[in-house]
């Protein structure tokens, strides 16, 4: 990373200017605070990480951004639009693109094609045009096909290219998820645990795909993730939450060491052994390498 580009990134790290604002949310399930008073902002250059046991409500705050779920109070705001009533559609077409915790591709299709899908916001043309497959339809026929070879490209899916998807391997299938994403061309990118499931090689493939979205196409992600070495290694910013609530906002240098992660992560009890993670995650705060999962991830 050049020293420019860490400088802006530093500037797009603070709250004058953010690409989303995530306000006092509230989301509750009967009886479930699933969402519990949550406050964060993300900069315009910034690989945001969200962390927390098994539960603590980082997917439903995914669900809330991108209009799955609406909070029963609370603004969100993304690039200056507030999204609290908008659909999920409406909210992709401005710009927000995400994965999923499971992988969601149509299976049979192949690569290009789950990645052609995530470029129905820019076809540019009304079924007329596409029937007579007149000049605008044909120009935006090719500029989709290769802005998608652009990304084959920038992700190496070339092997795979013409290969139904359901047939890859899992952590390919992960990074066509992610290409499928960045066929939106999106303005902020949401990563719900893009390496669960993966082997090192392919955790570490996708470490350097992230690393590369940000610094290369200069793209924001909000990144949940359990593994504590990539979340450490790559964010710029940590927050941690548990049962719904913000429990520190940091550094990915000074979390480990914040008392309220410490006491979050030993469920408050110090008395639990060093480096033992209980069957609900807790155990020692995040630390490289770890990874606070409660039992059943799913
Ligand atoms: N549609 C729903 N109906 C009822 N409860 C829900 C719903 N979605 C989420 N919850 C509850 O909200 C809480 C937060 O769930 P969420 O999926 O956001 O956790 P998470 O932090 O993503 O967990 P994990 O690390 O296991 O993915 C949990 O108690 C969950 O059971
Ligand atoms: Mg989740």
């Known amino acids: 990373m050049t020293a420019v580009a860490g400088a802006e990134r530093a500037a797009g790290r603070g709250e004058d200017d953010p690409i989303l604002r995530f306000e006092d949310v509230r989301l509750h399930f009967a009886g479930v605070r699933a969402i519990d008073g949550v406050t964060f902002t993300v900069g315009r250059h910034e690989l945001f990480a969200i962390i927390g046991p098994n539960g603590s409500g980082k997917t439903s705050i995914f669900n809330v951004l991108s209009g799955v779920y609406r909070p029963q109070t609370g603004r969100v705001v993304f690039d200056g639009v507030d999204l609290v009533g908008r659909r999920p559609h409406t909210i992709a077409a401005l710009g927000m693109a995400r994965t999923f915790q499971n992988v969601e591709l149509f299976g049979n299709l192949t690569v290009l094609d789950n990645l052609l899908l995530g470029r129905h916001h820019h076809i540019g043309y009304g079924p007329l045009a596409a029937i007579g497959w007149l000049g605008r339809a044909r120009r935006a026929e090719i500029a989709n096909?290769?802005?998608?070879?652009?990304?084959?490209?920038?992700?190496?899916?070339?092997?795979?290219?013409?290969?139904?998807?359901?047939?890859?391997?899992?952590?390919?299938?992960?990074?066509?998820?992610?290409?499928?994403?960045?066929?939106?061309?999106?303005?902020?990118?949401?990563?719900?645990?893009?390496?669960?499931?993966?082997?090192?090689?392919?955790?570490?493939?996708?470490?350097?795909?992230?690393?590369?979205?940000?610094?290369?196409?200069?793209?924001?992600?909000?990144?949940?993730?359990?593994?504590?070495?990539?979340?450490?290694?790559?964010?710029?910013?940590?927050?941690?939450?548990?049962?719904?609530?913000?429990?520190?906002?940091?550094?990915?240098?000074?979390?480990?060491?914040?008392?309220?992660?410490?006491?979050?992560?030993?469920?408050?009890?110090?008395?639990?052994?060093?480096?033992?993670?209980?069957?609900?995650?807790?155990?020692?705060?995040?630390?490289?390498?770890?990874?606070?999962?409660?039992?059943?991830?799913?």
């Open 145 to 298: 096909r290769a802005a998608v070879e652009e990304i084959v490209d920038f992700l190496e899916l070339e092997r795979w290219r013409r290969m139904p998807v359901g047939l890859l391997p899992y952590g390919v299938q992960k990074r066509v998820e992610l290409g499928r994403a960045l066929a939106m061309e999106p303005k902020l990118l949401l990563l719900d645990e893009p390496v669960a499931g993966m082997n090192l090689e392919e955790t570490e493939d996708m470490a350097r795909f992230v690393l590369d979205i940000r610094d290369e196409l200069d793209i924001p992600i909000v990144l949940v993730e359990h593994d504590m070495g990539l979340v450490m290694d790559l964010a710029d910013r940590v927050l941690v939450v548990d049962f719904g609530q913000v429990v520190a906002t940091g550094s990915p240098a000074e979390i480990p060491h914040h008392p309220d992660v410490v006491r979050a992560y030993l469920g408050g009890s110090a008395s639990e052994p060093p480096g033992r993670a209980g069957p609900d995650g807790r155990g020692d705060p995040p630390r490289p390498g770890d990874d606070p999962r409660r039992e059943d991830p799913r």
